[in-house]
């Protein structure tokens, strides 16, 4: 189960892959500002009212504020914690879920792979984000809500990656070796063909964390976001009215947070694949 | 282009780097090699000896983060470092072809074999009719001894044996009258059968049609059938160069008589008597600049720290090895 | 009596495969064959691709049960092994298997610690690092330490043949497959890993069952030959005779097939050539099959197909015309 990172020359892996180490910066500058908000502002994203009106950026509220007068700074930074946690945990389950199955229909094929497809096409065959909506309106626009609905219907696509891995690595000769010494099906799977996955896996956990961020943000612009935390999709939607008064500021920084944010995850798997190519390792 | 005096092929100080941002790999060092018309020469390594790439770079089919440098490559009076690549494509689908160790791979999986060569000899003949042309693919199957033309035309690659595949790529190869085949491993996927049907095939048609052929091999027993000189390459460098008799009556590098003593034993029967020297390491620990083959040599010694030069033996025979008598 | 270490009689595999859409064509993979392998004798199954002996490696490892026929193993039915918990753990530590590709049959995530671990980790057998240094040493990777941190692209081809053997000696097996222990290597190194296994059949006192297309390779080491074409043995017998007194017109055209590495005898015996390709294994001619390729074939091989018989001692072929053949 363990990654082997031991043998990859950290100074060199970041000379050589610039996506990454953009990324890793673009990911701490980002990470620092969310678990340091509450330190780095004394003003409550949610309240409403510390100016009259929309106020532009000054040294009292660094990103100004809303028509509202909520702080545009403090919902940015506290919604670094919103888009990361959504993000987080629905990736984990994702991923999760998908290893697990992909890794049951590849391994032993037959009718529980046939089981597996059939799922899979049927949530591939319908346009996820209107499922997603779908979902959030009948169940509710709470944060976990959104999480679990998030992650129920992304993980067919990913599972359909594993199994693929799976089907290639469980032909290869080192599994029939494990086979002939005696080694359980559980074993092989999880000892055997698991960390053989895992690169690829990584890869697609980054793009999954990315994609998670966006639709949380959409799902927020459209109304369809947990209220009770800030997001930036919501204060998206709350730009499309300020922004005719030339409130450009609302729309600037939330919309900034969310494409560093994004671009940062996606270099992340960008320089993750250029790592984990075994033929790079040496 | 006939050039009446002179080699097919001369090709001197050939070198081939693989680079990329993460590796730079020296394939191939300083290899120079001639072949006069109608000769079939073998080049003979063991896996990462470079010589695919050295046949392969001879006609500039490498991809392109390998860089190739010589001092010159001439082929059948062609420049070949100089002529742009129209030229070059032209003499490669006419005057040089490849055959490889995959044929089915390299034939297109979703058009039908006799639209393949159809196709393939309209290319080099613009004035060729469609149904000449098919006329002209049931005469070359022929050729390959296949004995049920219509058939085989029908199919698709992925319906053909291994060696059915080979003889129809062999067909496309000397369909447009080549000077050079090079043939890249082109029995090592095959059974034994039918890999000595295809050497048979081989040595047939460089009669027919006058042919000569390059050999990659790995195989002692295959060169020794085709073969009238042969060049054995060791970690990109050719080491010892020869006619195919005097290479096995006289091997002069430890490590031509290392493969030759192997080849044979395991021919016969005999590995028990091998001598125990022959091993994955040797004496020398090798340094930089020593002699590629010092550190699973047994005769290796001090001098082997500097690396030795291709150097004349005998009329024929050039030897890369500081302990020539 | 001592008991076969292999007992195999009218084995059949056949595998079903889907061509098109609802058709099932059967594939006779394996075809009646019956083997005797003793305990300490190394028994070669030869045949070209298609001829079912790669499938014969899979029975005999038990991966897969035949589709009908008796396979014993020291008197003890796989049938009954393969349903028994218990059974089935002591036959896999008593058989275990060398694969063709060094490449492919060690998992590269591991180091080769990690491989040489797994059979006693599986096998709850206490081990502790001299065993496994002692593994190493004795399939020639000196000095072991130096290679157990090692990952898999680390090492050379020779060596990762050597781990497999390694990996596969650990659990003291009685019955070891071989298969096509040496084709995927260079040919200096082929040599070694030969004159390995004969030195370790001895030292382990092994039983070998070698699967291979490499005829002269098996002069070596092999006691018993064992020639499959098309899912059928054609000819069974002591290694000697059969590379001295081939009696099969296939067996001596396969054996003629060789190209000898010396350009004088290559160059003055051309190779006899056997036309033809092997037949397939879903549809196999009538009679015998190989009829097709043969030139000694009359209407008798077309239409009926030849038993084994006994040549000379323990020796059989299978061929109507053995006389016209021999001569």
Redesign the interface.
């Known amino acids: 189960m363990r990654l082997k990172l031991s043998n990859i020359n950290i100074k060199q892996t970041l000379r050589r892959s610039r996506s990454l180490t953009l990324s890793l910066i673009l990911l701490i500058t980002i990470l620092f500002l969310g678990t340091m908000a509450s330190f780095l502002t004394d003003k409550d994203p949610l309240k409403t009212g510390y100016s009259t009106g929309l106020t532009p950026p000054n040294s009292d509220f660094l990103m100004g504020t809303d028509q509202l007068g909520r702080d545009v700074f403090s919902w940015t930074i506290y919604g670094v914690r919103t888009a990361l946690f959504v993000s987080v945990t629905s990736t984990t389950l994702t991923v999760l879920t998908a290893v697990l199955v992909g890794l049951f229909a590849g391994y032993f094929g037959g009718k529980p792979d046939q089981l597996l497809m059939r799922i899979t096409d049927f949530f591939l065959s319908i346009p996820r984000f209107i499922l997603i909506i779908f979902a959030v309106i009948i169940f509710g626009p709470t944060l976990l809500n959104i999480i679990l609905i998030l992650s129920i219907f992304s993980w067919p696509s990913i599972a359909r990656i594993v199994r693929a891995e799976v089907f290639t690595i469980k032909e290869r000769e080192y599994i029939q070796a494990s086979r002939v010494i005696g080694a359980s099906n559980i074993d092989i799977m999880f000892n055997e063909i698991l960390p053989n996955v895992i690169p690829p896996m990584l890869v697609a956990s980054a793009l999954q964390m990315s994609d998670a961020i966006l639709v949380e943000a959409a799902l927020s612009f459209l109304g369809l976001g947990d209220p009770n935390v800030p997001s930036w999709g919501r204060m998206l939607a709350i730009a499309r009215q300020a922004i005719y008064a030339g409130g450009w500021w609302t729309l600037l920084y939330p919309a900034l947070f969310i494409t560093i944010s994004v671009l940062a995850i996606n270099l992340l798997a960008d320089g993750l694949n250029d790592i984990l190519n075994p033929k790079t390792i040496r | 282009m006939e050039v009446e005096n002179g080699s097919l092929l001369d090709v001197q100080n050939l070198n081939v780097t693989y680079k990329s941002t993460i590796f730079r790999v020296d394939a191939v060092k300083d290899v120079s090699l001639t072949m006069e018309k109608g000769e079939c020469i073998a080049i003979v390594g063991e896996s990462g000896s470079g010589k695919s790439t050295l046949a392969m770079a001879v006609m500039k089919l490498l991809p392109p983060y390998a860089a190739v440098t010589a001092d010159k490559i001439m082929f059948n009076g062609v420049d070949i470092l100089k002529v742009n690549d129209k030229e070059l494509s032209k003499i490669r689908g006419k005057d040089v072809t490849v055959i490889f160790q995959d044929p089915i791979s390299y034939l297109n999986p979703i058009i039908s074999v006799g639209d393949q060569m159809v196709e393939s000899l309209s290319s080099h003949n613009d004035k060729i009719t469609k149904k000449e042309a098919y006329e002209q693919a049931i005469d070359l199957l022929k050729k390959v001894r296949i004995a049920d033309p219509e058939r085989i035309l029908k199919m698709y690659p992925f319906q053909l044996s291994g060696g059915m595949a080979q003889r129809v790529f062999i067909a496309m190869a000397v369909s447009a009258n080549p000077k050079l085949l090079i043939a890249d491993e082109p029995t090592t996927a095959l059974d034994l059968t039918i890999q000595a049907q295809i050497l048979k095939l081989l040595n047939a048609l460089r009669k027919e049609f006058n042919l000569s052929i390059m050999l990659i091999t790995h195989d002692l027993g295959l060169a020794s059938y085709i073969a009238d000189r042969i060049y054995v390459m060791f970690n990109g460098k050719v080491v010892e160069e020869d006619l195919a008799e005097g290479i096995f009556s006289k091997p002069v590098h430890p490590y031509t008589q290392m493969l030759i003593a192997s080849s044979q034993a395991i021919y016969h029967g005999r590995t028990r008597e091998l001598s125990k020297t022959i091993s994955e390491m040797g004496k020398v620990e090798k340094g930089r600049k020593a002699c590629d083959f010092a550190d699973r040599c047994d005769k290796a010694s001090e001098a082997c720290y500097t690396e030795p030069t291709l150097v004349k033996y005998n009329e024929t025979k050039k030897v890369r090895c500081w302990f020539v008598e | 009596m001592n008991e076969a270490a292999i007992f195999a009689e009218d084995v059949k595999k056949y595998y079903t495969v889907k061509v098109g859409f609802r058709k099932k064509a059967e594939i006779k993979a394996v075809d009646g064959i019956s083997l005797i392998v003793r305990e300490g004798e190394s028994h070669c199954i030869v045949g070209?691709?298609g001829s079912g002996k790669t499938t014969v490696s899979k029975l005999v490892?038990g991966?897969e049960p035949p589709t009908s026929g008796t396979l014993k193993f020291f008197g003890e039915d796989l049938k009954e092994i393969l349903v028994d918990k218990n059974k089935?753990?002591a036959f896999?530590?008593s058989?275990?298997?060398v694969?063709?590709?060094p490449y492919?049959?060690?998992?590269?995530?591991?180091t080769i610690k990690e491989i040489l671990e797994?059979?006693f980790k599986?096998?709850q057998i206490d081990y502790n690092s001299s065993i496994i240094e002692s593994l190493l040493q004795d399939v020639g990777m000196v000095p072991p330490q130096a290679f157990l941190d090692r990952?898999v692209?680390q090492i050379?081809?020779?060596?990762r043949q050597r781990v497999?053997i390694a990996?596969a000696l650990a659990?003291k097996p009685k019955i070891v497959t071989l298969d096509e222990p040496t084709a995927a290597l260079?040919?200096?190194?082929?040599?070694?890993i030969?004159?390995l296994l004969?030195d370790l059949k001895s030292k382990y006192n092994l039983t070998y069952v070698i699967i291979s297309?490499?005829?002269?390779?098996?002069?070596?080491i092999a006691d018993k030959i064992t020639v499959m074409y098309a899912g059928k043995v054609i000819e069974q017998g002591p290694a000697k005779n059969i590379?001295s007194k081939p009696h099969h017109p296939y067996t001596i055209?396969?054996l003629e097939?060789?190209?000898?590495?010396?350009?004088?005898t290559?160059?003055e015996k051309?190779?006899?050539?056997?036309?033809g390709?092997?037949p397939s294994p879903v549809n196999p001619p009538p009679g015998c099959r190989f009829h097709t390729r043969c030139p000694f074939a009359t209407d008798v091989c077309r239409k009926e197909e030849p038993k084994l018989s006994e040549v000379e001692k323990e020796h059989f072929t299978a061929c109507f015309h053995l006389r016209n053949v021999v001569q």
């Open positions: 070209e691709s490892l991966l089935l753990r896999r530590k058989v275990q298997a694969f063709q590709d492919s049959s060690l998992n590269p995530r591991k797994k059979p599986v096998h990952y692209h050379s081809g020779g060596q497999c990996r659990l260079d040919v200096t190194i082929k040599a070694q030969l004159n004969i297309h490499e005829l002269p390779l098996l002069k070596g590379f055209g396969l097939s060789i190209p000898p590495p010396d350009p004088k290559a160059k051309p190779l006899p050539v056997m036309e390709e092997p």
